[in-house]
């Protein structure tokens, strides 16, 4: 085909299109031909789901995960004593218990998360220990002769947000098609879903972890869908205005662009239509309202807004059936985890926050029948510092994190949880710990559960295979 071929499919493939009303189509291309080759001829038809809770401006792993034994224990301290509240008593510590055997290490939780220590007790949710972006494995020798290819532009929000989301080829802020978006591109291509307008999901905006190729991803909110303005209520207060508008957005238009456009919008005033019906209301009717959490500083009940916007996602779950989706993928955010300074109270209040809401959350997925078929995991930025700056971290690179799901091995930790203190064998300087567990393993253990094969998880995370004749984690049962 010529490359100036101005068939529709060729435009959809070399030119950008616009976001309107929560949709967003990437227009880059890594070998979507090649996906669908390797389709699985077995059909997926039970329901899962993934939901991504993605922890925006890099979560203190050090201080969420806590080594407990003496050894540990006393070097955590020590690095943390000269920020206020950052070094925590022990006594205030929230005990786990791996069913693993750690080496004699014994591990506690941050006070916050009562939530998530209830999940892990009950076998839950996991934990993933030092987990961050690479290209293949690293040892601080390789880093310091660079003998070792490293993610693009370490440290950086935009960049390392962009490498946990996207992966293909660590491109940092090069990326346009996340992993996310990736898998949903593999489901269109075999046919899983009947109504792929609803397969990617996100109630933050638009997601770089939900971009495709050929698949796109649906902006809601609390309230529901979005609507474009004008087409549900009066224009201006003038419904002559609106008849105007519908009139203009059902034209038939003969630019290329503007027919495009218009695609877009149809599709977007479908999708809310249909939605809106779908999903299920918010309180006694429905989804039940979430718990407000205990704010840990005020000692007061505050709203939830990540609990919120879980709620959003179990009332669509609820709907699937009439959605016509077997497979769907979910992205959801925290803010504000940035904490150069402050971090006692805010990042206090955030772990609450999150605790309380993914502990919200799997109970209605049990009460809903799908407590096995939903799978809730967080993803950041990158790590923080061991060491304080007065009152709070700098940025750091690995972390650990949370899986949680009836699907999950719970009450336990995969990958390596680093020896604590300076000069150790994982601390680059200053405790930025070098990810021993890459984001491509974490994810590809996801994407298997999800129905992917071998084949098409290494078509869509290329480093997957530099990490080992089977790099997956064995956290999903």
């Known amino acids: 085909m010529c490359k100036f071929d101005h068939s529709r499919r060729s435009f959809l493939r070399t030119a950008s299109l616009a976001s309107m009303s929560g949709f ?28 991504c809770v993605f922890l925006q401006g890099g979560n203190d792993g050090h201080g969420t995960v806590i080594a407990t034994d003496p050894t540990s224990f006393s070097a955590f301290t020590q690095a943390r004593s000269g920020a206020p509240g950052l070094a925590y008593p022990l006594a205030d510590l929230l005990p786990i218990l791996p069913r693993t055997s750690q080496g004699g290490r014994t591990f506690a939780l941050n006070p916050a998360l009562v ?46 947000t962009a490498a946990w989301q996207a992966i293909a080829s660590n491109g940092g802020s090069s990326e346009h098609v996340g992993w996310g978006g990736s898998v949903a591109d593999v489901l269109e291509s075999m046919k899983v879903n009947s109504n792929s307008m609803f ?20 902006n809601v909110t609390s309230a529901g869908p979005i609507p474009i303005y004008g087409t549900s209520n009066p224009l ?3 419904s ?50 979430p718990p407000q959490y205990l704010d840990p500083v005020t000692n007061k009940l505050a709203n939830n807004d990540l609990a919120v916007s879980l709620q959003t996602v179990a009332r669509i779950i609820s709907g699937r059936a009439s959605l016509g989706v077997n497979r769907q993928i979910f992205y959801v955010q925290l803010g504000s985890f940035d904490t150069h300074d402050g971090q006692a109270v805010q990042h206090a209040r955030l772990l609450s926050q999150l605790g309380s809401a993914l502990e919200y959350f799997d109970t209605q ?42 699907s999950v091995a719970g009450q336990d930790m995969y990958g390596t949880y680093p020896v604590v203190g300076a000069n150790q064998a994982d601390d680059l300087g200053a405790g930025r710990l070098i990810p021993t567990t890459s984001v491509d393993q974490y994810a590809g253990t996801l994407a298997r559960w999800f129905g992917l094969s071998d084949g098409q998880i290494k078509t869509i995370f290329p480093n997957f295979a530099n990490f080992g004749s089977s790099p997956y984690l064995g956290f999903m049962g």
């Not at 967003?24 to 939901?51: C, H, K």
């Not at 638009?206 to 796109?216: K, M, N, V």
């Open 199 to 218: 397969t990617c999901i996100s109630t933050a905006g638009i997601a770089l972890f939900l971009s495709g190729e050929q698949s796109y991803q649906l």
């Open 236 to 238: 201006f207060g003038n």
């Open 24 to 51: 967003y189509a990437s227009p880059f291309i890594i070998g979507l031909n090649s996906l669908a080759a390797m389709a699985q001829s077995t059909s997926l038809t039970d329901y899962r789901a993934l939901v």
């Open 240 to 289: 002559a205005g609106s008849s105007a508008l519908q009139s203009i957005l059902s034209a038939d238009e003969t630019n290329l662009f503007a027919k495009e456009y218009e695609v877009v919008v149809q599709r977007s005033i479908q999708a809310q239509q249909t939605l809106a019906t779908a999903m299920a209301a918010a309180g006694p009717t429905g989804v039940p309202d």
């Open 365 to 406: 997925m049990v009460a809903m029948g799908v407590g096995n078929q939903v799978t809730a995991f967080t993803a950041s930025d990158f790590g923080r510092t061991l060491t304080s700056n007065s009152d709070g971290t700098d940025h750091g690179w690995g972390s650990h994190h949370f899986v949680v799901g009836g």
């Open 115 to 160: 939530g998530l220590q209830n999940l892990f007790n009950a076998g839950r949710a996991a934990v993933v220990a030092n987990t961050g972006t690479l290209i293949a494995p690293a040892t601080k020798t390789q880093i310091q002769s660079n003998s070792v290819p490293l993610p693009a532009s370490l440290f950086s929000h935009f960049d390392q």
